[in-house]
């Protein structure tokens, strides 16, 4: 059974950090890209970063580039997501999945990946 489970959110103050992570098990997940997501109230899910399992190109939402960093570590089965520089728009629930890669998917369509975690909840007062 696959699961995706992810900790790390709170409660921080503007400017800020949080490393969130995303452990993996049930299968291997080589071919597979790792996506991370999030859904604030009232508003649809939307793509953050992605990051191969293996090898290829790291992907980044414009509205994090440059304060959120996606990393992996194979051998623990586990992606992270440091966030630097918080805003309060960056309040949502955060969401880590899996999407086989192929030529005929996106990295930033939700509905294209296969696999999801419960979510952990990120909040950035001002």
């Known amino acids: 059974q696959v699961q995706l489970v992810e900790s790390g959110g709170g409660l921080v103050l503007a400017g800020g950090s949080l490393r969130l992570s995303c452990a993996a098990s049930?299968?291997?997940?080589?071919?597979?890209?790792m996506g991370w997501f999030r859904q604030a109230p009232g508003k649809e899910r939307e793509f953050v970063a992605a990051?191969?399992?293996?090898?290829?190109?790291?992907n980044y939402a414009g509205s994090v580039k440059g304060r959120f960093t996606v990393s992996r570590d194979n051998a623990k089965n586990t992606v992270y997501l440091q966030m630097n520089s918080l805003k309060p728009e960056d309040t949502a629930v955060y969401y880590c999945?899996?999407?086989?890669?192929?030529?005929?998917?996106?990295?930033?369509?939700?509905?294209?990946?296969?696999?999801w975690g419960q979510g952990t909840q990120v909040t950035v007062s001002s």
């Open positions: 049930g299968r291997s997940f080589s071919g597979y890209r």
């Open positions: 990051i191969p399992w293996t090898f290829g190109s790291i």
């Open positions: 999945a899996a999407q086989k890669i192929s030529a005929l998917q996106s990295f930033y369509r939700d509905r294209e990946y296969e696999y």
